[in-house]
């Protein structure tokens, strides 16, 4: 059983920049695979990035466009997301999500993941 607690959203100007962080609970957050989405009102859960086990492997939304940095720290058991120069169609609820994994990748799939935050808001004012 793992629990994911996000935190870091905020209202903030296009341009700017937010880093998310997700804390998780458990001894073997190194076993999980980890993957930040948003859904935005009216929208589907999309995906934004995603790290295997380690943390070596990242795959990133096509929209992302370089702008955003997903990282893990397994000895504190939590991941990030940097972004950078936001946008206001980046405006959404971004959610933090696990699955176990016996591989280093990680899946684009929100229904791979068994595990989810609550939740933080991200505003981006034009």
């Known amino acids: 059983q793992v629990q994911l607690v996000e935190s870091g959203g905020g209202l903030v100007q296009a341009g700017g920049s937010l880093r998310l962080s997700c804390a998780a609970s458990?001894?073997?957050?190194?076993?999980?695979?980890m993957g930040w989405f948003r859904q935005a009102p009216g929208k589907e859960r999309e995906f934004v990035a995603g790290t295997g086990r380690s943390g070596r492997s990242t795959y990133y939304a096509d929209f992302v466009e370089g702008r955003f940095t997903i990282s893990r720290d397994n000895a504190n058991n939590t991941v990030y997301l940097q972004m950078n120069s936001l946008k206001p169609e980046d405006t959404a609820v971004y959610y933090c999500a696990a699955y176990y994994s016996g591989s280093y990748y990680s899946s684009r799939d929100h229904n791979d993941y068994k595990y989810w935050g609550q939740g933080t808001q991200v505003t981006v004012s034009s």
């Open positions: 458990g001894r073997t957050f190194s076993s999980y695979a």
